[in-house]
């Protein structure tokens, strides 16, 4: 298995991740900046923007799970 730099770490409790490189955080800010874009255009068609906002939520859950840790449930140390 290759030594590969993780973006993203496991958090301590619970299911999910964390920026820990530089790249991690880059990936967060677009995420947010697509999500504020989305919400400051959407229109009356309120289900076209929640599908907007679903869809970049699972590229970046995506991007989560290439680049970090094998995500599991996690209770501390």
Same mark, same amino acid.
């Given at each position: 298995?290759?030594n590969?730099?993780l973006w $993203?770490?496991? &958090?301590? =409790?619970? *299911?999910?991740? =964390?920026?820990?490189?530089w790249?991690?955080g ?8 697509l999500?504020?874009f989305?919400? +400051?255009k959407?229109?009356? #068609? *309120? +289900?076209?923007?929640?599908? $907007?906002? $679903?869809? $970049?939520?699972?590229?970046l859950?995506?991007?989560? =799970?290439?680049?970090g #840790?094998?995500?599991?449930?996690? *209770?501390? &140390?």
């Amino acid at each position: 298995m290759k030594n590969k730099k993780l973006w $993203f770490k496991a &958090k301590q =409790y619970g *299911w999910g991740w =964390y920026p820990s490189t530089w790249q991690g955080g880059v990936v967060i800010l677009i995420w947010i900046g697509l999500v504020i874009f989305g919400i +400051l255009k959407m229109d009356h #068609e *309120w +289900l076209k923007n929640v599908f $907007f906002i $679903f869809v $970049f939520t699972g590229i970046l859950i995506w991007i989560c =799970y290439k680049k970090g #840790e094998k995500p599991r449930w996690r *209770w501390g &140390k």
